[in-house]
């Protein structure tokens, strides 16, 4: 029941060459950068990875895709990332774009057992009627495209049929955990962290602080321990270091002035 890894290094050893892993967060919140770091100092490449996003560039699976790790990315948003965007025009990654909500139900549907769905996201668009660009050539000509899916009708609306996701591993960030691998979540970095975690056959989650067995409320308890294999706790340091893609701050008022 002792789930505990302490080492990052430890944790990512089992990844192989090929393997699929989902990854946790939204934009660089509530990212594992941890086990991201450690995945780049082990080795393993070919990789296809499903996240949000795919970091930025320098941080997160960023680091991964400089280094030509990442050979196929399915997500959501892709703004942030320019080296992600070349890649994928010059035909050096294949991309698959899944609409968001889409995404999230895949993931999680996957954890659940659940093979497909039915969803109207997508309706109408080349994301049910094929034709997308996955990769593209040397030329920049669509070398491979979506297939069209299966359009269903339900009470007089149209909805597509979708794949669940399942992963060969899910790395996944929290901000408590117990040995056993229960996981809460720290506001928005609930968004695709528990979905990824139960996503993967294997899940590894980095928490930023370890608690014992019974200090967790079990209704806070946002990820059940069933889900994971591994938790690697991080030190002080490793928890504070976090980032934001952007940052917009507003002038500071001169001194006497009234703001409003």
Not at 155 to 174: H, K, N, P, Q
Request: aromatic fraction near 6%.
């Amino acid at each position: 029941m002792d789930k505990v890894i302490t080492s990052a290094a430890d944790a990512v050893a089992g990844i192989s060459h090929g393997a699929s892993i989902a990854v946790g967060g939204f934009g660089l919140c509530g990212i594992p950068a941890v086990l991201i770091q450690a995945l780049h100092e082990q080795g393993a490449s070919d990789l296809s990875v499903v996240s949000n996003n795919c970091g930025v560039d320098g941080w997160g699976l960023g680091i991964l895709l400089e280094s030509r790790r990442i050979a196929r990315a399915t997500g959501s948003y892709v703004g942030e990332n320019k080296e992600f965007a070349r890649q994928y025009l010059s035909g050096e990654l294949e991309v698959e774009l899944v609409p968001q909500g889409t995404l999230a139900e895949r993931l999680r549907a996957g954890g659940c057992g659940i093979p497909a769905f039915f969803t109207p996201a997508g309706v109408g668009t080349q994301v049910a009627e094929g034709g997308l660009p996955w990769r593209y050539d040397a030329e920049g000509q669509p070398l491979v495209v979506s297939p069209a899916k299966e359009v269903r009708e339900f009470g007089g609306t149209a909805y597509v049929l979708e794949e669940s996701i399942i992963t060969d591993f899910a790395l996944v960030r929290a901000a408590r955990g117990d040995r056993h691998g229960n996981l809460v979540f720290d506001k928005s970095a609930r968004n695709f962290n528990p979905l990824a975690a139960m996503a993967g056959r294997v899940t590894l989650a980095e928490v930023e602080e370890l608690v014992e067995p019974g200090e967790l409320d079990p209704d806070a308890v946002h990820l059940p321990g069933v889900f994971v294999q591994g938790v690697l706790p991080l030190t002080a340091r490793q928890a504070a270091d976090k980032r934001i893609e952007r940052r917009t701050i507003s002038a500071r008022p001169a001194r006497g002035t009234v703001s409003g």
